[in-house]
């Protein structure tokens, strides 16, 4: 390996900004090469306030400049590359970016592109980024969200999981005065949260009908379609029944950005194969020379960032050793209890810490107060 060995991290998110950070922190020999579409990384955890509320927080509280965060590191240690990776070659150990005609070598390579959802690329949805998208300008996709979100008197939120709940919670308070506003929300689930403890769930649906939201489970979307010329949605259901509302907005599953990354890293579902310590695996499950993945885009399926907190560790240890020739290589194990924070509105909130469901009001001082977004720069890799 190079005397200065170079890592290169494509994603510029929770995990990739995190295994930067590490690594400059605690490799002094190490360049770090950082790929991302965007200079900026959104702390996507506040969406459904910066959504509902455009008022709430400042763009520059939720968009974290990556030069910014790492401007104390010289040119020779840390590198910024704006563009989108378009292919990985493990056999010349390279990486082609977009827009830069640029061809890069790397030693160690680590896959941080993260995961998008149905509505940040508006499949079925109005475009809603309560995931980064792949795009240079997503302060322009946010601001067109809000613009959006704020003209609209009738909504349906398809999902029931937290981004749905929280989200509907923000709306109904932000919509309130609002003549002729309704908030529907709908899930396929019998129950809203359904990972979660049922007493959990009870909650969320009584704090949500307390905000005159409308939840509707076991029901099923089949299909969603826009208007062209009065630009409303009219959502069809599993039962043949029709709703027409201004926005319909899905906050339901996750996709893998996984175009760059060659077929036989991917799982049949699209995530890429790691073992327990990321690196990762091809199509006969042997480890793939020099490469690792971390967080969203990864076969593990908890994609919260708490969970890439425990992960980016993991990742730093072995490539440290990698590069030392020995040293510790700790495992991976995802942990079976499951915790979340769900607030629903300003004033309280549901979820489950080590399983027990916390009281309203403990989730609204933790995490309803301002979706931790005094400590955005923090999550996303600064100090």
């Known amino acids: 390996m190079a005397s200065k060995p170079t890592v290169i991290i494509i994603g510029g998110s929770f995990a990739g900004l995190g295994v930067a950070k590490s690594l400059l922190t605690e490799l002094p020999s190490v360049k770090v090469i950082l790929i ?11 969406a459904p306030r910066i959504f509902a ?5 400042a763009p520059n509280q939720y968009l974290i400049d990556i030069k910014d965060t790492f401007q104390k590191y010289q040119s ?18 390279t990486v082609s970016v977009s ?10 390579l680590v896959i941080a592109s993260g995961s998008t959802t149905a509505s940040a690329i508006g499949k079925d949805s109005a475009v809603v980024l309560f995931k980064s998208a792949n795009t240079e300008d997503i302060q322009s996709l946010i ?11 009738t909504f349906l939120i398809i999902g029931g999981g937290p981004v749905g709940v929280e989200f509907a919670g923000e709306l109904a308070e932000a919509v309130q005065g609002r003549a002729g506003a309704k908030v529907i929300l709908v899930t396929q689930s019998d129950r809203l949260l359904s990972p979660l403890k049922e007493t959990a769930s009870t909650r969320a649906r009584r704090l949500l009908e307390d905000k005159n939201i409308s939840v509707q489970t076991q029901r099923k979307v089949l299909h969603v379609v826009q208007d062209s010329i009065t630009k409303k949605w009219t959502a069809t259901f599993d039962d043949g029944d029709e709703l027409t509302v201004d926005l319909c907005i899905s906050t339901t599953g996750v996709l893998p950005n996984n175009s760059f990354i060659p077929a036989e890293f991917l799982s049949e579902s699209g995530w890429v ?12 499950n042997q480890t793939v020379d020099s490469v690792y993945a971390v967080g969203d885009i990864t076969t593990y399926p908890d994609r919260l960032a708490s969970k890439i907190r425990e992960q980016v560790p993991i ?34 909130g549901t979820g489950q810490l080590f399983g027990w469901a916390p009281w309203s009001w403990l989730v609204s001082r933790i995490k309803g107060k301002d979706y931790f977004i005094s400590q955005a720069a923090s999550f996303l890799g600064g100090s």
């Open 315 to 348: 990742v730093t240890a072995h490539i440290k050793a990698d590069i030392a020739g020995s040293g510790a290589r700790p495992t991976y194990a995802a942990k079976g209890s499951l915790m979340m924070l769900v607030p629903v509105g300003r004033s309280g």
């Open 36 to 46: 991302n579409p965007s200079e900026k990384a959104f702390f996507c955890i506040a």
């Open 99 to 108: 827009d830069t005609n640029v061809t890069l070598h790397y030693d160690i």
């Open 53 to 57: 509320d455009p008022d709430s927080f």
């Open 76 to 93: 020779s240690r840390f590198e910024f590359v704006q563009g989108s990776a378009t292919t990985i070659d493990p056999t010349s150990k």
């Open 143 to 153: 601001r067109s969200g809000q613009e959006e979100i704020a003209s609209a008197k």
């Open 273 to 284: 194969k790691v073992n327990d310590a990321f690196k990762v695996q091809n199509g006969t």
